[in-house]
Each structure stands twice: as structure tokens, then as C-alpha cells.
């Protein structure tokens, strides 16, 4: 694909020639019609110059000019008979009198006739005279318009590359830059066609400088993180080869299986804190009416194992059986599982785990409630951080599920409220979907369950 600035000079070179060419070819013919009108006046001024008394081999009246010599005189008395002759060669007389056009042995000739007191006098000039002077005198005047055309596209040439010059300053400003570099052009001093450019490629850095913070931060979160587990399990294996007896050797082992429960259990969440914190809008994913009671219960048949196994018991409360979203059937997966694993997690034995679906003033609402510790209303300010724990500080959660469901509430426009559990025991956590025509922009707001 050819350059801006090529695709210009060529556009306006081509426009520029074909201007030239136009203006040369009128000022070409005007100027040969105008030459014609001088020719025929030379041939009335020859013919009306002719005293009526001449001798044949007088001089032609008007003198020895090269026009005036290719031009043929003859005059007929009133009897029809040649009484002058210029030249040698002999013209036959026109029948009428003003102006014609004559061949004679194959050429062209051009005739004015006067009839003056019964004399006639014929001035005739060749046509191929004619035709090649006017086409010099047209030519003369062509070749003004033909030497400014280089001069004009010389001058275009530099008009555009210094038109395009705040082009290459935003191309060299951007490729002299490092990765690192990401502070936004100036805003102002740019020609207005260029300020959108500027605009999108300031807005572009900076969702890339946040993405990059976004990165290190998670980066530096996750190594922290995984620091204390990793040392842990190196702690308990070392336990378990020191292990003077079968049964203690056993134990130590069983200690160490569940740290490497909860340590994939945390990197099984850092991966998809870090899928749901890649900046891609719900709006580009493949959003789809979702029914929320058909992810609820994929919801409840994966954790059920779990919350019987700790005696909690798990349900669902479809209060809306068809109760649809426009979403991204996995976002919603993933959060409500965060959600209702937070709840089993943190609710001890004989407790209770209720999904609910239901509408809260017509707007489609996901819940969990729980019969657990719940949380201080001073403390859920800070449960959307990442690797927050409460101030129980409980290891067996990440800290990362309300970090992921708080980045899927806010790509699906959706608020999540925290509220008191039923009868003021436990905690509810409620997922409010807005409107189909605001869930691709909408924040989320509130806080939530710590993971």
C-alpha cells in the first residue's frame, strides 16, 4: 500500500498536469485562432494597398517581409483580364469577392477578393504558411506553461512533506519512547486533523500503563503469596521425612495434602483473577442470554460434595425460573462459585448455604446467604482487595474470590450489595444486574465475601 504522501503528490501532480494541459491546449488554440484573424487582416490590408496604376513587376505593396512574401497579389480589370501578378505563380480568380479557401495543384490557399471600381484585386496566402506559423506562435506561447509545471510540482512536493512533518513527529516521538515510557503526547500544538489520532493514542497508553500496573502489582502480590505456602509445604515435608514412627509420618502427610490443597487451590484463583483483570470489555466477549437458574445449578452440583462433607447444608431458591441475563455464561460461573465457596468455606458444621434468584424491583438479582461469622460492617470497605482475609486472617481462603467477582461484576455492569444474613445472622451477598442497554459499561459497587 503506497504511503500518504505518495498517494498526495501523485493525486496532485496528476490533477496539476492535467490543469496544464487543459490551460495549454485552450491558450494553443486560441492563440492559432487569433494568429488566423492576423493573417486574414494582412490579406485585406495586401489586397486595398494595390494602387490602381501598377506596372507588372512592380514590388508587391507590402514590402519584402517574409509574410508579406507568401503572400500572393493579383489583380483582373473589368474585362477579366490579369493586369498584376505578385509572383510567378498564377492563381485562378475567385467568382466572389471577401473571403475562401482555394486548392490549387494540391494546396491549400487562403483568398480575400476585392471588387473596387470594376477592378478585381485577389491577395491569397498558403494555408500550410499559415498553419505553421500560428502553431510557432501557439507553441511560444505554451512553453511558459510547460517549463512552471516542474517548478509547480517541486513546490507541491515540499508543501506536502512539510504539511506531513507533525506526522513524522508523532511517529518519531512513539518509536524513540521504551516500553517502559508511557507518559501521553501533548495535548495541544497539533494541526486538528491530527488531535483524534492523539487523543486514541493517548487513551491507548494509558489502558496500557494501567494494564502494566495492573501486572506488576498482581506479579508482586502473587510472589508474596505463594511465598508463605511454598515455605510451608517445604516445612511439613521435612516434618514428614523426620518422622520417627508410622502414625506421625502419616499425619504430617495428611498435613501436608491439605496445603497443597490450599496452595492449588490459591494458584487455581490467581489464574482466574488474572483471566478476569485482562481488560477485555463484556461487551467484545460472546455475551448470550444466560439463565441464571441453569448456572446456579451447576453452581450447587459442584460444590454439593463439599458441603456435605463439612455438613453444611447447600440449596437454591429459584423464586424466578426463567430469570435471563445478557452475559458471558463462564464470568457468571466463576462468580457465583466464588460467592457460594466463600459461603461454604466459612460456615461451620450444621450451617446453612441458600443460593437465591429471584427480581429486586424488576432488576434480575443473584444471592448467597449463609449462616456464618459474617462480616463487620467496618470490615467490608476492604473485602474487594486482593489477598484480603478479615481480621481473623483464616488461611483456608486465598484472598482473591471477591477480587475476581468484583472484576466480573464490573465487566457485566453489575453491583454487588453486602447485607446483614436472615434473622441478622450470617451474611448475603446480592448480585444486581443492570439493564441489557447498560451491562457493558456499568460499575460495580460494594463490597463483598472475603475469599
Not at 445472622?425 to 459497587?445: D, E, I
Amino acid at each position: 500500500m503506497r504511503t500518504i504522501r505518495a498517494k498526495l503528490l501523485a493525486g496532485l501532480l496528476v490533477t496539476m498536469l492535467a490543469c496544464a494541459l487543459v490551460a495549454g491546449a485552450a491558450a494553443y488554440f486560441k492563440v492559432r485562432h487569433e494568429a488566423s484573424e492576423v493573417f486574414d487582416g494582412q490579406l485585406q490590408q495586401a489586397a486595398r494597398m494595390l494602387p490602381r496604376e501598377i506596372a507588372p513587376q512592380a514590388t508587391p505593396p507590402l514590402g519584402s517581409h517574409e509574410l508579406d512574401e507568401e503572400i500572393v497579389v493579383q489583380s483582373w480589370d473589368d474585362n477579366g483580364r490579369l493586369t498584376f501578378a505578385s509572383h510567378p505563380l498564377t492563381l485562378p480568380r475567385a467568382r466572389l469577392a471577401g473571403f475562401h479557401d482555394m486548392r490549387v495543384a494540391g494546396h491549400e490557399w487562403r483568398v480575400y477578393g476585392l471588387l473596387e471600381d470594376g477592378r478585381y484585386v485577389q491577395a491569397a496566402q498558403s494555408a500550410a504558411f499559415r498553419s505553421k506559423l500560428a502553431a510557432s506562435l501557439a507553441l511560444g506561447a505554451l512553453l511558459p506553461v510547460l517549463a512552471l509545471v516542474p517548478v509547480l510540482g517541486l513546490l507541491i512536493h515540499l508543501v506536502v512533506r512539510r504539511s506531513l512533518r507533525p506526522v513524522d513527529d508523532i511517529a518519531r516521538a512513539m518509536s524513540q519512547r521504551s516500553a517502559e515510557a508511557l507518559v501521553p503526547l501533548p495535548a495541544h500544538g497539533w494541526p486538528p486533523e491530527l488531535v483524534p489520532v492523539v487523543a486514541a493514542l493517548n487513551d491507548l497508553l494509558a489502558r496500557l500503563r494501567q494494564a502494566m500496573d495492573t501486572q506488576r502489582a498482581f506479579v508482586a502480590d502473587a510472589a508474596h503469596e505463594l511465598r508463605t505456602p511454598l515455605a510451608a509445604l517445604k516445612l511439613q515435608l521435612q516434618l514428614a521425612l523426620r518422622a520417627d514412627s508410622e502414625d506421625k509420618q502419616r499425619q504430617a502427610l495428611v498435613k501436608l495434602g491439605e496445603r497443597l490443597d490450599r496452595t492449588t487451590h490459591l494458584v487455581a484463583q490467581l489464574l482466574t483473577l488474572a483471566r478476569s483483570e485482562d481488560g477485555t470489555p463484556a461487551a467484545t466477549a460472546a455475551l448470550a442470554d444466560v439463565s441464571l437458574r441453569e448456572v446456579a445449578v451447576q453452581v450447587v452440583r459442584e460444590l454439593l460434595p463439599m458441603a456435605e462433607a463439612k455438613g453444611v447444608d447447600l440449596g437454591l431458591d429459584a423464586r424466578e425460573a426463567d430469570c435471563r441475563v445478557r452475559a458471558v455464561a463462564a464470568d457468571l460461573f466463576i462468580l457465583l462459585r466464588n460467592l457460594a465457596d466463600n459461603a461454604v468455606r466459612y460456615t461451620g458444621p450444621g450451617g446453612r448455604v441458600d443460593l437465591r434468584i429471584e427480581r429486586r424491583d424488576g432488576v434480575p438479582t443473584l444471592g448467597v446467604s449463609d449462616t456464618g461469622p459474617g462480616i463487620p460492617p467496618a470490615e467490608r470497605e476492604n473485602v474487594f482487595r486482593r489477598f484480603h482475609r478479615g481480621e481473623s486472617g483464616d488461611a483456608h481462603g486465598s484472598g482473591l474470590g471477591l477480587a475476581i467477582v468484583r472484576n466480573i461484576a464490573v465487566r457485566h455492569g453489575a453491583t454487588v450489595v453486602l447485607e446483614d444474613g436472615p434473622g441478622g445472622r450470617g451474611l448475603t451477598v446480592s448480585v444486581l444486574f443492570a439493564g441489557p442497554a447498560a451491562q457493558a459499561s456499568g460499575p460495580a459497587s460494594g463490597p463483598g465475601l472475603p475469599a
